[in-house]
């Protein structure tokens, strides 16, 4: 991947992780990052280079996630376990709402794409804000084909509606200048991820950000939708530092055990329900509901309510089966997602 290994504070390493690390283990294991995941083993990149390592029996690989550390004993090349996370991105599994669907852990940020076409979903993008918000990691919001578009500022308010405060920008993601655009995130020891549905540009702007050839699959016209083209999750290093995590498009984003971070997402909504008369309002026929009064006076978009509402039933429904404990990490990264995050310090 790269001409000569990186160290361990170009990949994000820090006094956090060698925390968790006993004197024995700093002594005789290998910390290093997980670059790819495979069925029984994974691809893992440190100071002594690219290393693929086998998988304990009761480790398997649906529990790493691209961008783990794991520390790992360079004799049997095998991993020894995986070590805590500052941030993660998941989902609920299909067809099982207790488990966890871990897409990218350890990222500073996640940009997450759309386009100026009529691919762009407030609903959809408000889920993408969602798992930022419960996985502890700080969003930017990008939207590509704005060549195509005759007025790609109406897109960027209509972002603006629905995550105010949240950085956004419109690009052109073939354009000679998209890299410079995006590499204000990037840096010696930081690591950005790309999100979102097939087709919106992820892989061309991973391209121009890291050098790389990515094959682009043609989009159709009549739905703007293209191939797969980032078919598994991969990290790729980035020209003047840091690193970036390419996911495949995703169709179906599950959410369960959220509620916290719904709301996250929604503060307009969280700050008219504190005046609330009833703790548990719902937000409909209740007397006292100040978020109705607040929809009536202009304040919150009827719209935005009625996506709310709807994200807190099927979060409700999946968490019953989620346990308490996986519940209570989770209010602990949107706690940490909601709080500025200052970024680590950038080497060299």
Not at 99 to 128: G, P
Request: glycine share 8%; net charge positive.
């Amino acid at each position: 991947m790269t001409a000569q290994p990186p160290s361990l504070i170009d990949m994000g390493w820090g006094d956090d992780l060698a925390a968790h690390l006993s004197t024995d283990e700093a002594a005789r294991l290998h910390p290093a990052r997980v670059i790819g995941v495979n069925r029984d083993r994974i691809d893992a990149l440190g100071p002594q280079g690219a290393v693929t390592l086998f998988l304990p029996p009761d480790l398997p690989a649906g529990e790493l996630a691209v961008g783990d550390w794991i520390v790992y004993a360079p004799e049997t090349q095998r991993v020894e376990r995986v070590l805590p996370r500052r941030s993660r991105i998941f989902r609920r599994a299909a067809g099982d709402g207790t488990r966890e669907q871990l897409i990218v852990a350890n990222v500073d940020t996640l940009f997450i794409v759309s386009s100026c076409t009529l691919e762009f979903n407030e609903a959809r993008i408000e889920r993408y804000l969602v798992l930022a918000n419960a996985g502890g990691v700080p969003p930017v919001l990008v939207l590509t084909k704005a060549d195509m578009c005759p007025d790609p500022r109406r897109y960027l308010d209509r972002l603006a509606a629905i995550a105010p405060g949240v950085p956004a920008m419109a690009v052109n993601a073939k354009a000679p200048d998209v890299a410079g655009r995006l590499r204000e995130w990037c840096g010696p020891g930081q690591t950005v991820a790309f999100i979102g549905m097939s087709g919106v540009g992820k892989s061309t702007l991973a391209s121009a950000l890291t050098g790389l050839r990515i094959e682009i699959g043609a989009v159709r016209e009549e739905d703007m939708r293209g191939r797969h083209t980032t078919t598994a999750r991969r990290m790729y290093p980035v020209p003047g530092g840091g690193w970036l995590i390419d996911t495949p498009g995703m169709r179906e984003i599950r959410l369960g055990g959220m509620a916290q971070a719904i709301d996250a997402t929604f503060p307009e909504i969280l700050q008219a329900a504190r005046n609330c008369h009833f703790s548990d309002c719902m937000h409909g026929p209740e007397p006292g509901c100040a978020v109705q009064e607040a929809v009536a006076s202009g304040q919150v978009d009827p719209a935005r309510l009625e996506r709310w509402r709807k994200l807190r039933e099927e979060d409700a429904e999946v968490a019953k089966s989620v346990p308490p404990r996986i519940r209570r990490e989770r209010a602990e990264s949107t706690k940490r997602a909601a709080r500025p995050t200052p970024r680590r310090p950038r080497s060299g």
